[in-house]
């Protein structure tokens, strides 16, 4: 069974610019959550979708916004991007929330803002 | 505001000896607790977790023991092995049923040395 996947897993832009990331659930998951990882803040969490709508959502600003299709792949997009918002940016997925120790992380993708 | 929080960045213990890992909450709605251990370049992986209702929970070499009334929980992993060289994190869960929204701390590295 495949893992969550997340494309890209490197990128960099520059201070203004915006960007996509993407996830891919295991098969069958329903349930995709958005993480950032910072330095000394550790895994702060952005939002969670489930069955294409937002569940929950965190502290973050607006111009972090997120969606899922029906076939349960999520994007996370981030607009006019800050210098704070270089971070690692992990996904999990999972069937439900019964039983969260079965929510699955992808291996993240490294944001680096110049 | 740091609702979950790991005091220690670091930890350097020798092979075979107990390695304990501390983590502090403040929110007396959190309702159950997991540990995530993650490698570089891999999203974090779940370890162990415990219900509230429990105050020690056991997995081969990991145990994982809470206080609700000092609102503090810790990780126990005996022996210690080099391959448990990884960054830890602990994270709650409130009592809000139908999500995968966890809060974490910031971490704690731990460097299992011969």
């Known amino acids: 069974k495949a893992g969550v996947t997340q494309t890209p897993r490197y990128l960099i832009k520059t201070r203004g610019q915006q960007v996509t990331l993407s996830c891919s659930p295991i098969?069958?998951?329903?349930?995709v959550s958005w993480y950032q990882q910072t330095p000394g803040q550790g895994l702060q969490f952005l939002f969670e979708?489930?069955?294409?709508?937002?569940?929950n959502k965190g502290n973050f600003p607006g111009r972090f916004s997120g969606r899922q299709f029906s076939n349960s792949r999520s994007e996370m997009n981030v607009s006019t991007l800050e210098l704070g918002d270089s971070a690692l940016y992990l996904c999990?997925?999972?069937?439900?929330?019964?039983?969260?120790?079965?929510?699955?992380f992808g291996p993240g993708t490294r944001l680096l803002v110049l | 505001d740091q609702q979950v929080k790991q005091n220690s960045p670091s930890l350097s213990v020798q092979e075979g000896r107990i390695s304990i890992l501390n983590c502090d909450y403040t929110?007396?709605?959190?309702?159950?607790f997991l540990w995530y251990k993650k490698y570089p370049a891999e999203g974090p992986t779940f370890l162990i977790s415990i219900s509230s209702i429990k105050d020690k929970n056991e997995d081969g070499r990991f145990t994982v023991f809470l206080n609700k009334s000092a609102k503090h929980l810790s990780l126990h992993i005996v022996p210690s092995q080099p391959g448990d060289s990884a960054v830890y994190f602990c994270?709650?869960?409130?009592?809000?049923?139908?999500?995968?929204?966890?809060?974490f701390g910031t971490g704690t590295r731990l460097q299992v040395f011969p």
């Open positions: 929110n007396s709605m959190f309702d159950y």
């Open positions: 994270a709650a869960r409130g009592r809000t049923y139908n999500t995968d929204k966890l809060i």
């Open positions: 979708y489930f069955s294409e709508t937002q569940r």
């Open positions: 098969s069958g998951h329903r349930s």
């Open positions: 999990a997925s999972s069937f439900d929330s019964t039983r969260i120790e079965t929510q699955y």
